[in-house]
């Protein structure tokens, strides 16, 4: 059996740490690491809506994503690009898939997701923690009564499968991303429903066995960084 570049098991996360309220001055923020991978997410509660949702009585999330320069091992440049572009539009769509807009009120919550280190996973990262940064910007507007009570619906979080040299790989490094024949980010919530999976052959498709195997192994990664942030919000539910 060929060995991990760090030794972890198939079905193994990579040690992953949230620090919580990392930022003091804003309503929400987590700084998670996932094995080298680090992401700083912040939340930020504006009290407006896009032109779009204007008078029709419910709020809106929604997220940006970027890389530092030196995030990986040559620098790129800080100009937001069709990728990330594409990262944080899934970012926003997962936060609001476990949301009431309409308990939120006429208001926007930005949750800015920066990678401080890429080694594979970071749009995985940047979902687990914003869920964490976001949890707390409502609990903010909660104790200052300008939202419901009942904003948040589930957990959320995110986890990178695959195959490699044959063999199906949960939460891939950098190194293991390179080598994929198979690629696959898998978002879902705390109950265990799928909010979006992504999946791509790099070189020969896949089958249906093939894609439950994936799933089934996303699925209980998913479940382990969940406790981890019930564990962190002290809470069984959000």
């Known amino acids: 059996m060929i060995e991990r570049p760090d030794g ?18 804003a309503e929400g923020s987590a700084l998670i690491s996932v094995g080298q991978t680090r992401v700083l997410c912040a939340a ?3 009290e407006s809506v896009p032109s779009f949702l204007r008078g029709q009585g419910q ?22 690009g069709g990728r990330s572009m594409e990262i944080q539009r899934l970012i926003g769509r997962s936060l609001r898939a476990i949301t009431d807009l309409e308990q939120l009120g006429g208001r926007t919550i930005i949750v800015d997701c920066d990678v401080l280190q890429a080694d594979g996973g970071t749009r995985s990262a940047a979902i687990t923690g914003a869920f964490v940064a976001l949890y707390d910007a409502v609990r903010w507007l909660q104790k200052r009564h300008l939202c419901g009570q009942e ?8 986890v990178s499968v695959g195959q ?17 024949g198979v690629d696959m980010n898998v978002v879902m919530t705390g109950s265990g429903r799928f909010v979006e999976v992504q999946g791509t052959a ?13 799933l089934s192994l996303a699925r209980r ?7 981890a942030q019930k564990k962190l919000l002290k809470v069984n539910q959000p």
């Open 164 to 180: 490699v040299s044959g063999r199906m790989i949960l939460d891939l490094c950098y190194q293991e991303d390179l080598a994929a």
């Open 8 to 25: 972890r098991r198939p079905d193994q996360l990579r040690p992953v740490r949230i620090h919580r309220r990392y930022l003091p001055h």
């Open 44 to 46: 930020t509660v504006e």
């Open 202 to 214: 790099e070189e020969d498709p896949f089958s249906r066995r093939q894609m439950d195997e994936m």
């Open 59 to 80: 709020g809106w999330i929604t997220a940006e994503y970027a890389m530092l320069p030196r995030a990986t091992q040559e620098r790129t440049s800080r100009r937001t």
């Open 221 to 227: 990664g998913i479940q382990e960084l969940v406790s």
């Open 151 to 158: 904003v948040v619906s589930d957990f959320l979080a995110a």
